[in-house]
């Protein structure tokens, strides 16, 4: 797919001067800045990857959100509200972020709202126990470092830095997502069953998470040729597959894939894909939980009306006062 796609367009001879000259600057390794000149494909395929990061930390926030009040103890109520406002800063660090490239937020909330713009696949699925809080953050936030580690050398400075921050906060949901894992997966049998029902219902969408596989992955190609991604989806997939597998043992769970195998010849676990009719199913919309998900944001966003209509109000109000003060 990348040589193809490379192949292709050095056969159009599409690229402007201006296109090489960046492409330069992309392989020296230099940071693109806002106001700095970029092709206009590079920064629509900023704002949608950028945009779609930051509605999966927005919707992203629901599923665990769902279970702050059924916390079984205070500190793990403390522990899970922090998480999840964490969720709320990532949306706004990547929101600014898109808003460098020319995009208003309205605009992305628009887009979030009307189905034009994609938030993450796992967020579909429903939390149904206590277990799947320790499941989400140590396999969905596992996932999501997974893939926002390079994405720190990602070639956009406003990009690359707010992942520096997401990165380290991520790195705390994971372990606290574990930390549950270890707690249920030590406890009564019963206990230990949630734990293992929670692996079960969340290992592929975890999977899944990554992207479809490299030969349905319609812009790899050109994100890894200007570095908005540094590694493919499949590889990404593997690196989360390697490092899980031994959590799981650790914690006396089993991943639920019989064709699972450590393959010495490949120094990698041989793996079964996620099923990939329902991986696009989900991003269609038909999810378990897409309508619900949606409704949810869509009933935020009319309910706060009334707080950024105040807000705009008295801003102009502001405004005009200073202007008289002159
Ligand atoms: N879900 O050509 P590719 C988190 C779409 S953060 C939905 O391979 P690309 C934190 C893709 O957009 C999780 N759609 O696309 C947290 C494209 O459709 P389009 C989010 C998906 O962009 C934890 C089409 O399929 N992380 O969880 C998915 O090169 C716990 C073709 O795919 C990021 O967004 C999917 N899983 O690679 C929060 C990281 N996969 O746009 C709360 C940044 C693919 O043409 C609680 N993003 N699609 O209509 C990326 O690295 C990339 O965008 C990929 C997809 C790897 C997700």
């Not at 796609?5 to 056969?11: G, H, I, L, N, P």
């Not at 277990?131 to 999501?144: C, K, Q, Y």
């Amino acid at each position: 797919m990348y040589a193809q796609m490379v192949k292709s367009e050095a056969a159009d001879g599409e690229q402007t001067p201006e296109d090489r000259a960046f492409q330069a600057r992309i392989d020296r390794g230099e940071k693109i800045e806002p106001k700095d000149w970029m092709p206009e494909g590079y920064r629509k395929t900023l704002i949608r990857q950028i945009g779609q990061h930051a509605h999966s930390e927005i919707v992203g926030q629901l599923p665990e959100g769902n279970w702050i009040t059924r916390a079984p103890t205070l500190e793990r109520k403390q522990i899970l509200l922090a998480k999840v406002q964490d969720e709320a800063g990532h949306g706004l660090y990547l929101y600014s972020a898109a808003e460098t490239l020319g995009v208003s937020r309205d605009e992305l909330f628009e887009k979030l709202h009307s189905g034009a713009m994609k938030y993450s696949s796992i967020f579909n699925y429903p939390t149904l126990t206590w277990a799947d809080m320790g499941a989400i953050g140590w396999l969905v936030d596992g996932a999501a470092i997974m893939n926002q580690v390079p994405l720190q050398r990602t070639s956009y400075g406003p990009y690359s830095r707010a992942m520096i921050r997401i990165c380290k906060e991520e790195s705390f949901h994971q372990r606290q997502g574990y930390s549950i894992m270890m707690k249920m997966a030590g406890g009564t049998p019963e206990q230990k069953e949630m734990a293992q029902d929670a692996l079960n219902r969340f290992w592929y969408p975890s999977l899944m998470m990554f992207g479809p596989s490299d030969k349905d992955s319609v812009h790899s190609a050109q994100s890894m040729a200007w570095k908005i991604k540094i590694n493919t989806n499949d590889e990404l997939r593997q690196k989360f597959v390697d490092e899980t597998v031994p959590q799981a043992e650790y914690l006396g769970l089993t991943v639920p894939d019989p064709d699972l195998a450590w393959n010495a010849g490949r120094g990698h676990y041989d793996f079964t894909e996620p099923d990939w009719t329902e991986f696009f199913d989900v991003l269609k919309g038909n999810g378990p939980c897409n309508e619900e998900r949606l409704g949810a944001r869509v009933k935020a966003w009319e309910d706060g009306a009334w707080f950024r209509e105040g807000l705009s109000a008295h801003a102009e109000k502001a405004a005009a006062r200073r202007l008289a003060a002159e």
